[in-house]
Every structure is written in C-alpha cells, then in structure tokens.
C-alpha cells in the first residue's frame, strides 16, 4: 500500500512538471493537486507550490482541502491580510472545523496575538484526528510568551499520548533548560526512557544533563545506550569525546573522535577535537597535522588558526606563529586572547609598532578582567618606549570598581614606577597595601619592580 502511494505521488509531480514543460493542459483530481501542493511547500518551491494552487483553484474553486493549502501557502509567504480574508470567510460557515481553527490560530500568531491563539486552539476536542497538531501548536504558542511551565506540561502530555516526536522532545528540553532545573529534567528523561528504551535521542540528551552536573560516570552509561540504539549516532561520539578529556582519557577520546570521522567525513568539529587531544599528549606534529585537516575543512575555524599560532610560539617560530594568529584575528577580532598572543608575538621580534597596535585593540574592547590588565602592564614594562601607551592604560583603570581598587593600585604602582615618578609610584603602592595587605606579595611575585614587604615597610615607618 505504502508503495503505491509513493508510486501516486511521485506520479503526480511527474505528470505536473511535464505539463508545465509542455505547456500542454492535463486532467489532475484533487487528491493528486493536494499531494503536488504540500511537496512544493515542502521543499519550499513557492513558485511552483503557487503555480499547482491556482490551477486547483481554477479546477475546484469551492474545495475545502485546496482553499486550506492556499492560506497555508499565504501564511508561508507572510501574505496575513489575504490569509486572514480566506481564513474568516470560511470560518464563518464552519466554525467547528479543526483545520480552519488550527489555520485561525496560526494568522492570530503571526499577528502576535497568542493567547488568542492559544484559546482557540483549545477548542478542539481531544477526540479529533488534529487534536494531536493542536497540542503541539499550543505548545510552541506557549514558547512564545515565555510561559515555559505551561509549555512543558503541554509537550509532556504529547509524549505522553502519542508516538515520540524528536522536534517536541527537544522542544519539552529546552523548557527544562529555560526552568534552571538539571535534576528535574534527569528525573523526567529517566522516566520517559523507561517507557521508551530504544530512543537515542533521549539518551543523548540525558548524557548531556549528567555532564552538565560533572557526573561524568553516568553521562558515558547514556551515551553508550544511545550508541546502542544507533551506532551511527554521530553526537553521541562527540559527546562521548568530550566526557573522555575531562576524564582526561585522552587516548580513548581520540578514538571516539576518528570514529566520528569514519561516520561523517569531514567532521571539522571531531578532526579539531583529535588534534587538541594530540597537543595535550605532547604529540606537537600530529596536532598540526590535524589542525591543518581542520581548517581545510572550516578555512574560518578561528580556534584551530589560535592553536597553531599558539604552538608554533611555543617552538620560537614567531613568524609562523604570527602568519597563522593573523588569520584568527580576521575571523575573530574582539577575542583579547587572540591580541594578547600576537602582543607577545610582535615583542618577540621586536616590531613595538604591531605591539602598540594590538595593545590598543585590547583597550578598545570594554571593560578588561585583572588578568588582561596585569597583561597589559606587563606589556608596558618591556616596551622600550612606553609613555603614551601608559597613560592610555592609567585612564582605562581610572574609574574601576570598588571592589578592584587594591589591585588596581598594585598596577598603577608599577606602570607610575616605569615611568620614573616614583613619589606617585610610592603613593599608589601604599595605597594598595591599606586596601588590600593580603595580595603584596602575590604582585610582588608579578612584578619584581614591587619592593619586598619589609623595605616597603621601613619606606613608610620613616
């Protein structure tokens, strides 16, 4: 039976195709216009879904079925208005009818109007063939308003009641997930894996939660049954991969990853995570290697460009180093681990221009956590020339919190010393010391320019 539908229907669009080619007209009943609409609407071939509807129209102008598909079509096109004038006209003589509801529902969504939606939708009655679709429109109308209480019940009475559907599972998850509660969406992915065991979506999504709460053990049990149920299931592996490095297993990640690759080549993600694994072994030239796969693949992987950079700056090779950084600042120019690398770079081989100019690209990118200061600083101290940017850096840190001013203090202290006014220097430092004692020594360790706790004490005893 299922054949000869497939037979029916890939005859209809045969015969649709080669009319219009023709130019010949040919005969076609409903059933068949109605299959020709919905697989152009489908594919998303609105010319020729459109072409199929009016000679329906033309043919049937009175047929429920086809004058449906059209303020399906209308909705699809964001045509409200004409959608809407088709949709009331009918609606007044079949006020009961669930498609025309349903498509009601869809104009008052669009519109904005979802609890309007939502009220009319719930006058289907659970007896009705649509009432299925309805359920899950509810739901997403729901989504919309953020009511993601009202939503999740309403997905879980679908999974409840009917077949599973992957789109609502995900859907019921990401209610869960808009909750903030791991442990209640665990409980209830343990409860519908029990009725539905073989659903590998569920047990993916469960390894995922387990992973979430760093229970690693239990996340690899839920990946191993969702590679059960599917042994294709690519994000299972990966998923899988990324418990094995945190488990720091790192060989048996790799292997997760090359399995990755074997389903789904070329994976950039998989051949990205198997060259990161090789540069936390050490095995330096195959994670080159693999980055370079990488980015064959995703020539725009800013991370896989960074990690070369990063390797070949730890092998002195600046120039390589700095040819690759280059190529992840173009995908990413706001990432300030990008910029303070090729600071880095650019001391190495002394070229203070790029230096200054990386350093002010960093200055530029809002507010900059204590570590990306001390950075900078640092940066300053080693640049031979260094005023202009100094003074840049001493406004920046002008007007930081409260909460950060003894360690702001501690870096006005060695950025004023570098540039010779020690009574400011001095200043700076005392202050740091009566808003914060508990961290001289940590700066100290930072910057050697600091004087060792005891002389700066005889400093100030005098």
Same mark, same amino acid.
């Given at each position: 039976?299922?054949?000869?539908?497939?037979?029916?229907?890939?005859?209809?669009?045969?015969?649709?195709?080669?009319?219009?080619?023709?130019?010949?007209?040919?005969?076609?009943?409903? $059933? &068949? +216009? %109605?299959?020709?609409?919905?697989?152009?609407? =489908?594919?998303? *071939?609105?010319?020729?879904?459109?072409? !199929?509807?009016?000679?329906?129209?033309?043919?049937?102008?009175?047929?429920?079925?086809?004058?449906?598909?059209?303020?399906?079509?209308?909705?699809?096109?964001?045509?409200?208005?004409?959608?809407?004038?088709?949709?009331?006209?009918?609606?007044?003589?079949?006020?009961?009818?669930?498609?025309?509801?349903?498509?009601?529902?869809?104009?008052?969504?669009?519109?904005?109007?979802?609890?309007?939606?939502?009220?009319?939708?719930?006058?289907?009655?659970?007896?009705?063939?649509?009432?299925?679709?309805?359920?899950?429109?509810?739901?997403?109308?729901?989504?919309?308003? $953020? &009511? +993601? %209480?009202?939503?999740?019940?309403?997905?879980? =009475?679908?999974? *409840?009641?009917?077949?599973?559907?992957? !789109?609502?599972?995900?859907?019921?998850?990401?209610?869960?997930?808009?909750?903030?509660?791991?442990?209640?969406?665990?409980?209830?992915?343990?409860?519908?894996?029990?009725?539905?065991?073989?659903?590998?979506?569920?047990?993916?999504?469960?390894?995922?939660?387990?992973?979430?709460?760093?229970?690693?053990?239990?996340?690899?049990?839920?990946?191993?049954?969702?590679?059960?149920?599917?042994?294709?299931?690519?994000?299972?592996?990966?998923?899988?991969?990324?418990?094995?490095?945190?488990?720091?297993?790192?060989?048996?990640?790799?292997?997760?990853?090359?399995?990755?690759? &074997?389903?789904?080549?070329?994976?950039?993600?998989?051949?990205?995570?198997?060259?990161?694994?090789?540069?936390?072994?050490?095995?330096?030239?195959?994670?080159?290697?693999?980055?370079?796969?990488?980015?064959?693949?995703?020539?725009?992987?800013?991370?896989?460009?960074?990690?070369?950079?990063?390797?070949?700056?730890?092998?002195?090779?600046?120039?390589?180093?700095?040819?690759?950084?280059?190529?992840?600042?173009?995908?990413?120019?706001?990432?300030?681990?990008?910029?303070?690398?090729?600071?880095?770079?650019?001391?190495?081989?002394?070229?203070?221009?790029?230096?200054?100019?990386?350093?002010?690209?960093?200055?530029?990118?809002?507010?900059?956590?204590?570590?990306?200061?001390?950075?900078?600083?640092?940066?300053?101290?080693?640049?031979?020339?260094?005023?202009?940017?100094?003074?840049?850096?001493?406004?920046?840190?002008?007007?930081?919190?409260?909460?950060?001013?003894?360690?702001?203090?501690?870096?006005?202290?060695?950025?004023?010393?570098?540039?010779?006014?020690?009574?400011?220097?001095?200043?700076?430092?005392?202050?740091?010391?009566?808003?914060?004692?508990?961290?001289?020594?940590?700066?100290?360790?930072?910057?050697?320019?600091?004087?060792?706790?005891?002389?700066?004490?005889?400093?100030?005893?005098?």
């Amino acid at each position: 039976m299922k054949e000869e539908f497939q037979d029916f229907f890939s005859n209809s669009i045969l015969k649709f195709e080669s009319m219009l080619k023709t130019n010949k007209f040919l005969f076609f009943d409903v $059933d &068949e +216009f %109605e299959s020709i609409i919905i697989y152009y609407l =489908e594919s998303g *071939n609105v010319s020729l879904s459109n072409k !199929a509807i009016k000679m329906a129209l033309d043919q049937y102008p009175e047929n429920l079925s086809i004058s449906l598909l059209n303020i399906e079509s209308l909705i699809t096109q964001n045509k409200i208005d004409e959608a809407e004038k088709l949709v009331n006209r009918i609606f007044e003589i079949e006020k009961n009818n669930p498609e025309i509801i349903i498509q009601k529902s869809k104009i008052f969504s669009k519109r904005k109007n979802h609890i309007e939606s939502i009220n009319l939708l719930k006058t289907i009655e659970k007896d009705c063939e649509f009432y299925q679709d309805a359920s899950i429109i509810i739901g997403k109308e729901y989504l919309f308003i $953020d &009511e +993601f %209480e009202k939503a999740k019940e309403k997905f879980i =009475e679908y999974l *409840n009641k009917y077949d599973v559907d992957y !789109a609502v599972l995900n859907n019921l998850l990401f209610c869960f997930d808009s909750l903030g509660n791991t442990d209640n969406t665990i409980n209830y992915l343990n409860e519908f894996l029990e009725k539905n065991p073989y659903c590998e979506v569920g047990w993916h999504q469960l390894g995922k939660q387990y992973f979430n709460k760093n229970l690693y053990k239990e996340a690899l049990t839920a990946f191993d049954f969702a590679i059960i149920c599917d042994d294709s299931f690519v994000g299972a592996y990966l998923e899988m991969g990324k418990v094995l490095e945190k488990l720091n297993k790192i060989n048996q990640a790799i292997e997760q990853y090359k399995t990755v690759v &074997e389903i789904d080549s070329p994976n950039p993600f998989a051949l990205h995570r198997i060259a990161c694994c090789h540069n936390k072994l050490g095995n330096l030239e195959i994670a080159k290697s693999f980055y370079n796969k990488t980015l064959i693949e995703d020539p725009v992987h800013d991370q896989a460009w960074m990690s070369l950079a990063t390797i070949y700056y730890k092998q002195n090779d600046f120039e390589q180093a700095k040819k690759n950084l280059i190529k992840a600042i173009e995908i990413d120019s706001e990432n300030i681990k990008y910029w303070e690398l090729f600071c880095k770079i650019c001391l190495n081989l002394n070229q203070f221009n790029e230096v200054e100019i990386s350093f002010k690209e960093i200055i530029s990118l809002g507010e900059l956590n204590l570590s990306t200061l001390i950075f900078l600083t640092k940066t300053i101290l080693e640049m031979p020339e260094n005023k202009l940017l100094s003074v840049e850096l001493l406004n920046k840190i002008e007007n930081y919190p409260e909460s950060l001013q003894g360690e702001i203090k501690y870096i006005s202290y060695a950025i004023n010393f570098s540039l010779g006014e020690i009574k400011k220097a001095n200043f700076c430092l005392k202050e740091a010391y009566n808003l914060n004692p508990a961290i001289y020594d940590y700066f100290r360790d930072i910057f050697p320019i600091i004087p060792q706790l005891h002389v700066f004490k005889n400093m100030n005893a005098n």
